[in-house]
């Protein structure tokens, strides 16, 4: 099951997440999505766990929590829909 976190404070790590997680079940892995230019946290990132029982538990657990500061936004990720680019050649 991919789990999406998002309003994640700069300071939350990979780490941070995948040990909120854990207190739920097995973590598979964890991604904080970043700037690709800069490296900063862009805010948000997706944890995967195996089990979507023990997901659905940490969702409904966390979302809302606070986490170094801010409400975390916790839900089931959507598939990812192709972008294109905006303004570019094709």
């Known amino acids: 099951m991919n789990i999406y976190v998002g309003n994640l404070s700069r300071d939350v790590t990979e780490n941070d997440l995948r040990e909120a997680f854990e207190a739920f079940g097995e973590v598979a892995s964890v991604k904080i ?37 801010r409400e975390v936004t916790v839900n089931e990720a959507r598939p990812r829909t192709e972008r294109r680019g905006g303004g570019g050649r094709y």
């Open 33 to 69: 999505i970043t700037d690709r230019f800069t490296g900063a946290s862009r805010g948000f990132g997706f944890v995967e766990m195996p089990t979507e029982e023990e997901g659905k538990k940490a969702m409904e657990d966390l979302n809302g929590k606070d986490m170094k500061g």
